[in-house]
T-cell receptor, first 119, second 111 residues
């Protein structure tokens, strides 16, 4: 199978602190990973595209200096929420793209998500 | 603007029945098509991917793709209460891994 892990699964922090979330593809290499945010009863919102070895591409309205993304290897991307505030409380989900060399098809697998609560 | 449209539901079916979920997309250049299942409070789980016209079956699930009509569907046979979830249709365009999601259809399977 294709497994994507996220750590931590939940975190509670004080306003003004920074939180780092890790996303790992466990059994495949992913040149492209994505970060999403989801508020209760709302749709997934794409925050940024993370490519290994290059700068992330952020969606309109997402502050790149607040949401720092690093894709240091083919199996790891990190999202750091800097100076978190209560309005940053949300469910953060990563996904990793697996490409099948036989036919160049690709599938995107999601991590289990990280629930962030900022007090 | 690429769009993916789904009936938001809720779609209610009795246990054991066939659930039929539909999706249309606006970008004729879309190349890959996916169905995800998302339980409340959980992340999406890939259940089907389809890339060419026709049907693709995997267990109780069948995905159908018609590129001429820009239409993709998911059939769930012998629906179970555990199938109750929101089903997300997603597509990618040529040369892109970025998914464009529909808003999802909420399915309820009634015991």
């Amino acid at each position: 199978g294709a497994v994507v892990s996220q750590h931590p699964s939940w975190v509670i922090c004080k306003s003004g602190t920074s939180v780092k979330i890790e996303c790992r593809s466990l059994d495949f290499q992913a040149t492209t990973m994505f970060w999403y945010r989801q508020f209760p009863k709302q749709s997934l919102m794409l925050m940024a595209t993370s490519n290994e070895g290059s700068k992330a591409t952020y969606e309109q309205g997402v502050e790149k200096d607040k949401f720092l993304i690093n894709h240091a290897s083919l199996t790891l991307s990190t999202l750091t929420v800097t100076s978190a505030h209560p309005e940053d409380s949300s469910f953060y989900i990563c996904s990793a793209t697996r490409t099948y060399s036989a036919n160049s098809y690709n599938e995107q697998f999601f991590g289990p998500g990280t629930r962030l609560t900022v007090l | 603007q690429k769009e993916v449209e789904q009936n938001s539901g809720p779609l209610s079916v009795p246990e054991g029945a066939i659930a039929s979920l539909n999706c249309t997309y606006s970008d004729r250049g879309s190349q890959s098509f996916f169905w995800y299942r998302q339980y409340s409070g959980k992340s999406p789980e890939l259940i089907m991917s389809i890339y060419s016209n026709g049907d693709k079956e995997d267990g109780r699930f069948t995905a159908q793709l018609n590129k001429a009509s820009q239409y993709v569907s998911l059939l769930i046979r012998d629906s179970q209460p555990s199938d109750s979830a929101t089903y997300l249709c997603a597509v990618t365009g040529a040369g892109s891994y970025q998914l464009t999601f529909g808003k999802g259809t909420k399915l309820s399977v009634i015991p």
